[in-house]
């Protein structure tokens, strides 16, 4: 199954918590080398990892103010854009060479809710032009902070991390743990309705039963809805009488053939924050337990068999490659997004 990577999209690259003032971190987002710094001032960004003049990475290099200097020549670069702005070899009246003519790709990059985004430019992207916004968790202010968090490597590509991430049969079988639900359980029909959102589709909100011992802990009157986005963003947003609890699941493809799963929860529950070591714990183990099942994937998808899509649990993964699909023949036209998603009630066995 041949990936395509969607372009003009914002995904979620770093922890906003793991990127310190001064710090470079050197990464691969969409097959191509850029550079995530974080600025003395606090503001971030997102360069292009490869020094113009001998193909050094510029993450060797260092900070200094609002400039990354190359490590070899020291070579120096504006942040905020990636114009070069000195070639300390070149004597002061040396004018053979323009500095204006030099220049390292710069992506728009924002530290948003206490995460690092790059929005990935595709072919007719013009620096400076608007943007779309940084997807938001609901509920929160922009400056807010995660809790907790987990970022792990899945050795495949980014739709299978995506049709895992959307899977609504795998839980029974794969998320199965003494505080969440016991293996061998037996399977019940479940019904949800689904409505279409801008870039994407929403599970309509309803009214949990409170069979899972972790939302016994929020109170009264507990509801949830999940929404999912293009590129490959989901927000699970669960509410009670008086509090919060919000994961953020984002699935961030580093090339064809590998992706980065990032989860982070918000709430304003006090118990919780209390309870943080054990949260972030079990989100490790519940994170894992998707990566091990992929891992396992990947040993037969090797030999490219065909995929085989069922009706209605694999409706979601359906939905989510004809979005693809508009998503970039509406890029290739020029002409807005429409969603093909129509309202649906959706049927399955958990």
Not at 268 to 295: C, M, Y
């Amino acid at each position: 199954m041949e990936t395509q990577l969607l372009r003009n999209c914002w995904y979620l690259a770093q922890s906003g918590s793991h990127l310190k003032r001064g710090q470079l971190i050197a990464k691969t987002l969409l097959g191509e080398p850029v550079v995530i710094g974080r600025r003395e001032d606090g503001g971030v960004f997102c360069l292009r990892n490869i020094c113009p003049h001998r193909g050094i990475p510029l993450s060797y290099g260092w900070l200094k103010d609002c400039t990354l200097q190359c490590c070899y020549h020291g070579w120096t670069f504006d942040t905020r854009n990636g114009a070069c702005v000195e070639i300390p070899s070149l004597p002061p009246d040396d004018t053979s060479l323009p500095l204006s003519a030099i220049k390292v790709r710069s992506y728009p990059c924002r530290d948003v809710q206490g995460n690092v985004w790059v929005f990935m430019p595709g072919e007719g992207y013009a620096e400076g032009q608007a943007l779309p916004p940084v997807p938001l968790i609901p509920d929160f202010p922009e400056n807010a902070r995660p809790q907790v968090g987990e970022t792990r490597h899945f050795p495949c590509n980014v739709d299978h991390a995506v049709m895992g991430l959307m899977d609504p049969a795998h839980a029974s079988y794969v998320h199965t743990s003494w505080w969440w639900r016991a293996r061998n359980l037996k399977l019940r029909e479940v019904k949800k309705d689904y409505e279409p959102i801008p870039n994407g589709f929403r599970m309509v909100r309803y009214e949990l039963k409170q069979s899972a011992k972790l939302y016994k802990l929020l109170g009264q009157n507990v509801s949830t809805e999940i929404s999912f986005q293009l590129p490959a963003v989901r927000i699970e947003h669960i509410k009670c009488d008086k509090h919060t609890v919000v994961s953020l699941t984002c699935c961030t493809p580093l090339n064809d053939t590998e992706s980065e799963v990032h989860q982070f929860l918000y709430w304003t529950l006090p118990l919780l924050t209390l309870l943080r070591p054990v949260a972030r714990s079990l989100l490790h183990k519940f994170l894992n337990q998707d990566r091990q099942v992929v891992v396992m994937q990947e040993e037969g998808l090797r030999y490219k068999p065909p995929i085989m899509f069922i009706k209605d649990t694999d409706t979601q993964a359906k939905w989510y490659f004809s979005l693809k699909r508009e998503w970039d023949k509406s890029q290739q036209e020029k002409r807005p997004f429409n969603n093909p998603v129509k309202a649906r009630t959706l049927r399955w066995m958990s």
